[in-house]
């Protein structure tokens, strides 16, 4: 079974504190995108990438940065927390090959005190 | 950027009955994409559409594309208290694959 995993469910951080929040597929998938989710806001576009070590800003990067070294492994990084970051993400991939449908995780949860 | 905009936000009926959903948006698209979200899950594709069709069909849905009013419904027939969830559509608006979110409509189907 495809599957898209995020490492954890819900995280609960301190602000000011790093945050990685790690995502991994196993569908040989191409593109990879970070998602976080408010409510009355829908689905905003943190960060996507198409190839490993390539990343592109998405709606609202400010405060994230990326990573991809390996092409099934795209990290979220919050350098320095703050509660305004305290959201849902979900970490998303599809492939170049399909017609753009995106395979989701499960999402993790993060509260930032 | 806003590109899909649902309507409802809300919808409740009774199990038996249709639910329809609708999603306007602004700019061209390749294709229009329906998401289903369970409460506190990640979301899980439905059915997609291309800009050159006008509508398909996936067991209990049903999808119209309008593309002259920039505009698409999800129909689901004989609804079940499993279809509770939120709903939302998707484009990719010509942005290189990427999807555009709307806020979502929040079904509840009570049994």
């Known amino acids: 079974d495809v599957k898209v995993t995020q490492s954890s469910r819900y995280l609960v951080k301190r602000t000011g504190e790093k945050v990685f929040l790690e995502c991994v597929q196993d569908?040989?998938?191409?593109?990879m995108f970070w998602y976080r989710q408010d409510p009355g806001l829908g689905l905003r576009l943190i960060y996507f990438?198409?190839?490993?070590?390539?990343?592109e800003k998405g709606d609202i990067p400010e405060g994230y940065s990326v990573s991809r070294e390996k092409k099934e492994r795209f990290s979220l990084i919050l350098e320095s927390a703050s509660t305004n970051q305290t959201s849902m993400y979900l970490c998303?991939?599809?492939?170049?090959?399909?017609?753009?449908?995106?395979?989701f995780g499960e999402g993790s949860r993060l509260t930032v005190l | 950027s806003q590109q899909g905009e649902e309507d409802p936000q809300a919808l409740s009926i009774q199990e038996g009955e249709n639910a329809t959903m609708n999603c306007s948006y602004k700019?061209?698209?390749?294709?229009l994409q329906w998401y289903r979200q369970n409460s506190g899950r990640g979301l899980v594709h439905l059915i997609l559409?291309?800009?050159?069709?006008r509508e398909k069909h996936s067991g209990r849905l049903r999808v119209t594309l309008d593309t002259s009013k920039k505009s698409s419904s999800l129909l689901i027939t004989a609804s079940r208290a499993a279809d509770t969830a939120s709903y939302f559509c998707?484009?990719?608006?010509?942005?290189?694959?990427?999807?555009?979110f709307g806020q979502g409509t929040e079904l509840s189907v009570k049994p």
């Open positions: 700019t061209s698209i390749n294709n």
């Open positions: 569908m040989d998938h191409e593109n």
């Open positions: 559409i291309r800009s050159n069709e």
């Open positions: 990438s198409y190839d490993v070590k390539m990343k």
């Open positions: 998707a484009t990719d608006a010509h942005q290189g694959g990427k999807l555009i």
């Open positions: 998303a991939s599809s492939s170049t090959r399909g017609p753009g449908e995106l395979f």
